[in-house]
């Protein structure tokens, strides 16, 4: 930009005699300002963020999107490279995004991915990607306590270096993710965080369930999305709750005030259903004059302010969003319906249709899910949607679905591709050519 000042004060303190020279530097400016703007755009990386939600990073956020409805966690993170998932027997399985192919994720000379004593794949529990590195939960045994112990290691995203950065953890573990420079973990006694610069130190409690009045407590719902980390958290009572559900709390974590409140509407508990575009959708269950049920959903601001009605289906029907689209499941509907043929099933029995409209809820696809059976969905990120599913001959195998096809289907059966076996424990026909290979040089220079 220099270069563009220095050129227009010559320009401006020229002669107007000098009309050769002054169409020759008018002409360089321009090419100097075309020039400055796509270098401007060249240096800036949107790889990390998804299009639609400017505050959202999938690379140092939680990935809210792995989440379904109900609060069951996708084993599955992303990366920029691809998708960690988590298979059978706890083997952990790297997708590479352009070639979408899965293998184990162990580096071991002639390993067969078959021996769970032997490769390193195995022994991961929940997991996740943040800021180049892969990170999950494993119990080792504590001789004094005479109980596992949990810790947090943080792994190389080849696979190659696993480290132990927490202390064991004195509380039973419920749940953790990692969000902007924090884990965030669960126990009974309510919401810790620790700094992920300062992994070792004493984890900091946050939001305390002791007023609950209950050591044991159910976990309903734990995300996070944007500055706030929110639980959902039901006090498993001796007595009999009555139906007001009084005895459910949603809690929100402000990361910029370090202050925590509650979220009630009138009285109820909302319910998380997903996030779209800087705002929170909830829902609720209302009964119709014929004993059916339909869920009403709602879109508010983080903090629960400013409550509007923002769409109505009949139970069963689940909402959840990638950040780029919004997706309507009927699967749990039709799961409990009665009017499913299970004596001449087609191509799927349930019929299990996914709607998909932008983020203003206008109409741009639909499609049904080629698999038998009900699929339990969750919205996943921007790419790919990832389904695990039963093979005809009983094992257990990964699917994946491209969303950039999703605009070209109008309620015909989406393209399903294969990815990879889910079940690698003494499969016979692996080769010690399937290990990972994964650039790890951004992580040495740290």
Known sequence: MRTVTFLSIIYSSMKKEDKAVKKSISLLLT????????SIAGCTDNTNSNSSEGNFNYNTDMQYYYNNISNAKLACTESD??????????????????????????????????????????GYGSIQYNDGYLYTDISEYDSEKMSDVSYIFRVSEDGTEKEKITNGFSETLLEWFIHRSYVYC????????????????????IVSFKELGSENVNIDKFIAYENYVYVSVSALLEEESSEDNNFTHLFAFDIESGKYSEIDFNGATPNIATFIDGKMITYKSVKNDDDSYNTIYYISDLNGDNREKFAEYPSGNYLYSDGKYVYV??????????????????????????KVYDLK?????????????????????TGHFLISNVAEDGSSELYYIDKNEIPQYKGTYAVKKEVCPLNWKNLSNTSENNNIKVDNSANKNN
């Open 361 to 381: 809820m206008k109409d741009i696809a639909s499609f049904i899910l080629p698999f038998d059976g009900w699929i339990d969905m969750c919205a996943q990120g």
């Open 31 to 38: 090419f100097v300002l075309i020039f400055s703007v796509f």
């Open 81 to 122: 490279k691809g998708y960690y998932y988590r298979g059978d027997h706890g083997i952990v399985l790297f997708i590479d995004k352009k070639s979408m192919e899965g293998i184990p994720l162990c580096n071991k000379t002639n390993c067969m991915h078959n021996d769970p004593d032997v490769c390193d794949a195995y």
């Open 329 to 354: 499941d009927n699967g749990a509907y039709l799961n409990f319906s009665e009017d499913i043929d299970y004596e001449n099933p087609g191509k799927n029995i349930f019929g299990q249709t996914i």
């Open 186 to 205: 669960l126990t009974n006694k309510g919401m810790y965080r620790i700094p992920l610069s300062s992994p070792e130190s004493e984890p900091k409690i």
